[in-house]
Each structure stands twice: as structure tokens, then as C-alpha cells.
């Protein structure tokens, strides 16, 4: 039996059309980006790791693994990875142990705004481009989908302004 789709929620269907479509192209505009920066070279697994680490700066392991959605020993090993790079430092966790934070290094902070600058050139033409109407339409519209998108429960651990050491969770949306 086939679904019928409520024609209340066609234009969300569309929408969702159109975000994947915007999504996978911006993958490739970031794959560009990425591969054009000084070496090392950086694989997307880890760069969303670096992102995630530098967005949330002491994001526990344990939280980036559930973020993530990664088993535990492979969100490790990109760690290992990084950390070798001299990307990102694991440090103690003041109330625990047994937990580990993490964070970006100077380094990995240099690599990353090299990425995200070339980033930033590959998009600039195209917005450029865009009559100004429609570039405040696009800034306004992404911003809603943003703060949607962190409503969401699978992303409760990047909420704004939630710090996990005060015993919560997140402090920042996650934008490779």
C-alpha cells in the first residue's frame, strides 16, 4: 500500500528536497576546500571531529561518541589521529577521572581557518551573485532551520550556551 503524502506537508517534502540538495553540494564545495589546504591532509571523518571539538570546546569523549554516533573505539581512533597531527589534546576532566575532554590546539585552530577561508571564497561568489532580497531571505530561512535543527532531540548535545561542565550539555551548533 502506497503512503499518501498530506498536501500540508508537500512544501516540507520540497523543502527537504531542496536542503539535501543544497547539502550535497556544499559537500563537494567543502571537499574542494579541504583538499586545497597545506598538508596534512585532513579526511572528512576527522575534520567533522575537529569541527565538533572546536565548536565545543571540552566536549567530553563520551559526548562527542554519542554525538557522533560512533562506537566509542573508533570515535578513539580519529582522536588518536588528530592528536597526532597535533589537531586536537585530550585533557582531565575536573570531575571525574575516568573522563576525558577535548580540545583544538593552536594548530588545529590555524587549520581550520585556512579551511574555512577557502570555504568562504568558494561561497562568496555564488552569494555575491544573489540579489540582496534574496540573500536576506536565505540568511533569515537558514537561521530558522537552525535553531530547528537544534531543537531536534539527536542534536541536544550542541545546544547554545549549555556548558558541560556545569553538569550539562553542548555549547554550540556543528558546521563542517
Same mark, same amino acid.
Given at each position: 500500500? /502506497?503512503?499518501?503524502?498530506?498536501?500540508?506537508?508537500?512544501?516540507? =517534502?520540497?523543502?527537504?528536497?531542496?536542503?539535501? *540538495?543544497?547539502?550535497?553540494?556544499?559537500?563537494?564545495?567543502?571537499? #574542494?576546500?579541504?583538499?586545497? /589546504?597545506? !598538508?596534512?591532509?585532513?579526511?572528512? *571523518? #576527522?575534520?567533522?571531529? %575537529?569541527?565538533?571539538?572546536?565548536?565545543?570546546?571540552? +566536549?567530553? %569523549?563520551?559526548? $562527542? /561518541?554519542?554525538?557522533?554516533?560512533?562506537? !566509542?573505539?573508533?570515535?578513539?581512533?580519529?582522536?588518536?589521529?588528530?592528536?597526532?597531527?597535533?589537531?586536537?589534546?585530550?585533557?582531565?576532566?575536573?570531575?571525574?577521572?575516568?573522563?576525558?575532554?577535548?580540545?583544538? /590546539?593552536?594548530?588545529? =585552530?590555524?587549520?581550520?581557518?585556512? +579551511?574555512?577561508?577557502?570555504?568562504?571564497?568558494?561561497?562568496?561568489?555564488?552569494?555575491?551573485?544573489?540579489?540582496? !532580497?534574496?540573500?536576506?531571505?536565505?540568511?533569515?530561512?537558514?537561521? *530558522?532551520?537552525? =535553531?530547528?535543527?537544534?531543537?531536534?532531540?539527536? $542534536? =541536544?548535545?550542541?545546544?547554545?550556551?549549555?556548558? !558541560?561542565?556545569?553538569?550539562?550539555?553542548?555549547?554550540?551548533?556543528?558546521?563542517?
Amino acid at each position: 500500500m /502506497t503512503e499518501r503524502v498530506r498536501p500540508a506537508s508537500e512544501p516540507v =517534502h520540497a523543502a527537504i528536497r531542496q536542503v539535501q *540538495s543544497i547539502v550535497e553540494l556544499l559537500d563537494i564545495l567543502w571537499e #574542494q576546500a579541504r583538499s586545497q /589546504t597545506p !598538508p596534512p591532509y585532513i579526511p572528512a *571523518s #576527522q575534520l567533522r571531529v %575537529m569541527c565538533m571539538v572546536d565548536r565545543e570546546d571540552g +566536549i567530553r %569523549m563520551r559526548d $562527542l /561518541t554519542q554525538v557522533l554516533g560512533a562506537a !566509542p573505539p573508533s570515535v578513539s581512533r580519529l582522536i588518536d589521529r588528530l592528536q597526532a597531527m597535533g589537531f586536537v589534546e585530550r585533557g582531565a576532566c575536573p570531575g571525574s577521572r575516568r573522563e576525558v575532554l577535548l580540545s583544538i /590546539t593552536p594548530a588545529g =585552530h590555524n587549520q581550520l581557518a585556512r +579551511i574555512r577561508e577557502l570555504r568562504d571564497r568558494l561561497l562568496y561568489q555564488a552569494l555575491a551573485d544573489m540579489p540582496s !532580497p534574496q540573500r536576506i531571505a536565505l540568511t533569515e530561512g537558514l537561521a *530558522s532551520l537552525q =535553531h530547528a535543527l537544534l531543537s531536534q532531540p539527536a $542534536l =541536544h548535545l550542541v545546544q547554545e550556551g549549555v556548558r !558541560p561542565e556545569e553538569g550539562q550539555r553542548g555549547t554550540a551548533a556543528y558546521s563542517a
